[in-house]
């Protein structure tokens, strides 16, 4: 990226921390496009459904990815209809749950009845892989998209959107994945060829930054790490993407928030910087 560049993002970057409904309005800066911005509920795996709410509602983001430790896997009608109602007074969405680890074919069924009672039509997950013709049958029976996420080269189970495409190209279309930009660079990918690539089974996004593109990268607060962000917004819309771009920031997780704020900001800030 040239300097001037760089230094009108920083510029659009400040400007959407200081001034976030001055500069942006309601969600201004991605209001136009295909693709809304929202948040991997892991982000908050520390804090509870409050102090998320919260935090969301600071950075203008209105679509969250559930997790069981916001809204157990148990949890009754009563508990659902209540969590629904506080995201709503918060102008939120739950438009998805997980990622879910499915070990068994009873997990899988626990995963498909609670994501239904949540009232989602998405589930992330990372499926054994002796599971996957039996989510196969799950995805027909409940009309349901299933995003397999990666992990990179950390764990050896779907490292990246090669690795899941080749798992999924013979099985039903709504059986896809959720592309972490983040853990696909640490694997040596590069994350926008892969957005291209399979863009017709990209079901939902996790954005981040990363220090470098090998398993020693660590996860940094978007725009300082090595991704080109300017080229994956591009692409989000050569490719026509509609889905969730999540942030799934895990960096300082104990006090993560100016680092939520710093990535959403600049996000934002290169989609306006980008427009046409």
């Given at each position: ?11 659009i ?25 929202g ?6 795996h520390?804090?509870d ?12 983001v ?15 009608e009563?508990?659902i ?11 939120v969405?739950?438009?998805?749950v ?37 989510i ?6 409940y009309d349901?998209?299933?995003a ?31 592309l ?7 694997n040596?990918k590069?994350?926008v060829?892969?957005?291209?690539k ?17 398993k ?5 607060e978007?725009?300082r ?25 895990e ?13 959403i ?12």
């Amino acid at each position: 990226m040239n300097t001037q560049m760089s230094r009108f993002l920083y510029f659009i970057f400040v400007l959407a921390l200081i001034f976030p409904k001055t500069v942006f309005g309601q969600h201004t800066a991605e209001k136009d496009e295909s693709f809304k911005i929202g948040m991997a509920g892991y982000t908050y795996h520390k804090f509870d459904l409050d102090r998320t709410l919260a935090d969301l509602e600071t950075n203008q983001v209105q679509y969250l990815c559930i997790k069981d430790f916001h809204l157990p896997f148990d949890s009754s009608e009563e508990d659902i209809r209540k969590f629904h109602e506080k995201l709503a007074s918060k102008e939120v969405h739950g438009y998805a749950v997980g990622p879910i680890y499915m070990r068994s074919k009873e997990e899988v069924d626990v995963a498909f009845a609670y994501a239904k009672r949540v009232g989602v039509k998405l589930i992330v997950g990372v499926p054994a892989h002796e599971l996957l013709g039996y989510i196969n049958e799950k995805v027909q029976e409940y009309d349901f998209n299933y995003a397999i996420h990666m992990h990179g080269p950390d764990i050896d189970l779907y490292p990246d959107a090669d690795d899941i495409w080749s798992h999924v190209k013979d099985l039903d279309p709504r059986m896809g994945m959720c592309l972490d930009i983040g853990h696909t660079a640490r694997n040596g990918k590069d994350p926008v060829a892969d957005l291209k690539k399979y863009k017709d089974r990209i079901y939902d996004m996790h954005i981040k930054d990363v220090t470098a593109n090998t398993k020693e990268g660590k996860s940094i607060e978007i725009g300082r790490g090595i991704l080109d962000i300017p080229a994956f917004v591009q692409m989000l819309r050569e490719t026509g993407y509609t889905g969730v771009c999540s942030l799934e920031h895990e960096r300082n997780m104990d006090n993560p928030f100016s680092g939520i704020a710093e990535s959403i900001g600049y996000f934002r800030g290169v989609i306006v910087a980008t427009k046409n």
